[in-house]
T-cell receptor, first 117, second 112 residues
Framework: GDSVTQTEGPVTVSESESLIINCTYS????????LFWYVRYPGEGLQLLLKVITAGQKGSSRGFEATYNKETTSFHLQKASVQESDSAVYYCALVANYGSSGNKLIFGIGTLLSVKP | AQTIHQWPVAEIKAVGSPLSLGCTIKGKSSPNLYWYWQATGGTLQQLFY??????VESVVQLNLSASRPKDDQFILSTEKLLLSHSGFYLC???????????FGEGTRLSVL
């Protein structure tokens, strides 16, 4: 079936260090699913961080980047220099198609990121 | 601008009691609407989706039901809560099925 696997947290890094949160996907219902990263900051709702709908393309937002790699079925989230304000839970997700049952957004487990000052 | 509002923000309910959670979307007509649920320590799961008034599709069976009485309203309910219903419920909307849904603030439900 369709699934998303991402780095298990918590992940702790120091401010100004680089970050990578791994995400790999398995999509059997659709060849090239749309891929997303969502973020939930403390006390806030779930927000879309970035999206990529074309294989081979890169999405970026707030200093974060993720490249849609169809060969390795990966969509890793990276940032060159994190800030304390990046502390949040990050979710990798894909949209899968279920024919007459419609589309379904499938999430990874979420990765809690803590950035130390 | 589109806004999505969920109510209540949090609920504490007894096992066996009824539940009704609401969601309203303003500023967009005929959106796709979704209900998601996350158990403590679990992943977000899509429960229901609706592409039009009066039409709701179930994705995961959790002894819950959903209705869309108006274009901008989505209701999640059950007549009898279970302990396993505890968790975080999120409403979301999108313009089409392959777009990234945008989420409300969520409702924290504790069933005791």
């Amino acid at each position: 079936g369709d699934s998303v696997t991402q780095t298990e947290g918590p992940v702790t890094v120091s401010e100004s260090e680089s970050l990578i949160i791994n995400c790999t996907y398995s999509a059997t219902s659709i060849a090239y699913p749309n891929l997303f990263w969502y973020v939930r900051y403390p006390g806030e709702g779930l927000q879309l961080l970035l999206k990529v709908i074309t294989a081979g393309q890169k999405g970026s937002s707030r200093g974060f980047e993720a490249t849609y790699n169809k060969e390795t079925t990966s969509f890793h989230l990276q940032k060159a220099s994190v800030q304390e304000s990046d502390s949040a839970v990050y979710y990798c997700a894909l949209v899968a198609n279920y024919g007459s049952s419609g589309n379904k957004l499938i999430f990874g487990i979420g990765t809690l990121l803590s950035v130390k000052p | 601008a589109q806004t999505i509002h969920q109510w209540p923000v949090a609920e504490i309910k007894a096992v066996g009691s009824p539940l009704s959670l609401g969601c309203t979307i303003k500023g967009k007509s005929s959106p796709n609407l979704y209900w998601y649920w996350q158990a403590t320590g679990g992943t977000l799961q899509q429960l229901f989706y609706s592409i039009t008034v009066g039409q709701v599709e179930s994705v995961v069976q959790l002894n819950l039901s959903a209705s869309r009485p108006k274009d901008d309203q989505f209701i999640l309910s059950t007549e009898k809560l279970l302990l396993s219903h505890s968790g975080f419920y999120l409403c979301a909307w999108s313009l089409s099925g392959d777009q990234a849904p945008l989420f409300g603030e969520g409702t924290r439900l504790s069933v005791l």
